[in-house]
C-alpha cells in the first residue's frame, strides 16, 4: 500500500522539516518567560519587583528630598502608595502567568487536534524530527511507529520536539504572584528602614545593595557572569535616578 502523501493545506506548501523550524519558533515564544528569562516565574518575579520596587522609593526620597518633603507625615504617604503598588505588582504578575498558561493549553489542544486529524502530516514531521537527529532506514520507521502507536506519548513528543516546550518548566501563576510579593515587600521593608533612620544616605546605599543582590542572584541562578549584570543593573538605576535629581536641580535654579 502507498503511504499516504502529506497534505498541502496542513504543510502550507513547505516541507516537512521546514513545517517542525516555524512550529518550533512559534512554541519559542508562547514558552518565553513572562519576565524575561528561563529562569524558574517566582524567582524571576521577585527579583524584578524588588528591583523595580526599589527604583520607585529610589525616585521617592530624591524628589522629597530635593523638594523639602523629608517629614514624619510624608511616610505615611509612602507607605500608602507602596501598599497600592505591591498589590498591582503582585496582580499583574499572576496574571501574565495566567495568561501563558493560556498559551500553553491552547498549542496543547491545537496540536492535539492535528494528531487526531492530521496523522500523516504528524508522522512526516516526526521522521523529519528523528532524521534529523541521526536516525534512518528500518530504525527510523520502527522507532517512529512506536510513537504513533501511543497518542498520548505522541503529544508529549510533539510539543517537546516539535514546539520545543517544556512542560514542567510552567509554573502556578499564583507561584509566581507570591515570588512578586515578597520580592517587594522586602525591597518596602529594607528601603523603608533607610528612610526611616538613614534619611541623608540610606535610602542610596540600600537600593544599590538590593539592586546588586537582586541582579548578581539572578545571573548566578542562570548561570551567567553576575558582575555584569550588576554592573549594567546599576548603571541603569543611576541614570534612570539621576534624571529626576538633575531635574529637580533645574526646578530649584528656575
Known amino acids: 500500500m502507498d503511504t499516504p502523501k502529506p497534505s498541502p493545506l496542513h504543510f502550507q506548501g513547505k516541507e516537512a522539516i521546514q513545517h517542525v523550524i516555524d512550529a518550533r519558533l512559534k512554541?519559542?515564544?508562547?514558552?518565553?518567560?513572562?519576565?524575561?528569562?528561563?529562569?524558574?516565574?517566582?524567582?524571576?518575579?521577585?527579583?524584578?519587583?524588588?528591583?523595580?520596587?526599589?527604583?520607585?522609593?529610589?525616585?521617592?526620597?530624591?524628589?522629597?528630598?530635593?523638594?523639602?518633603?523629608?517629614?514624619?507625615?510624608?511616610?505615611?504617604?509612602?507607605?500608602?502608595?507602596?501598599?497600592?503598588?505591591?498589590?498591582?505588582?503582585?496582580?499583574?504578575?499572576?496574571?501574565?502567568?495566567?495568561?501563558?498558561?493560556?498559551?500553553?493549553?491552547?498549542?496543547?489542544?491545537?496540536?492535539?487536534?492535528?494528531?487526531?486529524?492530521?496523522r500523516t502530516q504528524e508522522r512526516e514531521e516526526l521522521k523529519a524530527l528523528y532524521a534529523a537527529k541521526g536516525f534512518s532506514g528500518k530504525l527510523l520507521e520502527e522507532s517512529v511507529d512506536i510513537l504513533m502507536a501511543d497518542d498520548n506519548r505522541l503529544l508529549q513528543i510533539m510539543l517537546e520536539e516539535e514546539l520545543g516546550l517544556r512542560l514542567e518548566s510552567y509554573e502556578h501563576p499564583?507561584?509566581?504572584?507570591?515570588?512578586?510579593?515578597?520580592?517587594?515587600?522586602?525591597?518596602?521593608?529594607?528601603?523603608?528602614?533607610?528612610?526611616?533612620?538613614?534619611?541623608?544616605?540610606?535610602?542610596?546605599?540600600?537600593?544599590?545593595?538590593?539592586?546588586?543582590?537582586?541582579a548578581g542572584t539572578v545571573a548566578h541562578l542562570e548561570k551567567n557572569k553576575p558582575l555584569p549584570a550588576i554592573i549594567w543593573n546599576l548603571a541603569s538605576i543611576a541614570l534612570a535616578s539621576g534624571i529626576p535629581f538633575f531635574i529637580a536641580q533645574l526646578i530649584h535654579r528656575a
Open 174 to 214: 499564583l507561584k509566581q504572584a507570591c515570588g512578586a510579593l515578597l520580592g517587594g515587600l522586602c525591597s518596602c521593608v529594607l528601603m523603608s528602614i533607610a528612610l526611616f533612620f538613614l534619611p541623608a544616605w540610606g535610602p542610596l546605599a540600600f537600593s544599590a545593595l538590593l539592586i546588586s543582590f537582586a
Open 27 to 118: 512554541g519559542i515564544a508562547a514558552s518565553e518567560e513572562i519576565h524575561g528569562a528561563e529562569l524558574p516565574g517566582h524567582y524571576s518575579a521577585a527579583a524584578d519587583t524588588a528591583k523595580e520596587t526599589t527604583f520607585i522609593l529610589l525616585i521617592f526620597w530624591i524628589l522629597l528630598r530635593e523638594f523639602g518633603f523629608l517629614q514624619t507625615n510624608i511616610h505615611l504617604v509612602i507607605a500608602s502608595f507602596m501598599s497600592g503598588w505591591l498589590i498591582w505588582k503582585t496582580g499583574r504578575s499572576a496574571i501574565l502567568g495566567y495568561s501563558r498558561l493560556e498559551r500553553l493549553h491552547r498549542l496543547i489542544e491545537e496540536e492535539r487536534w492535528e494528531i487526531e486529524h492530521h
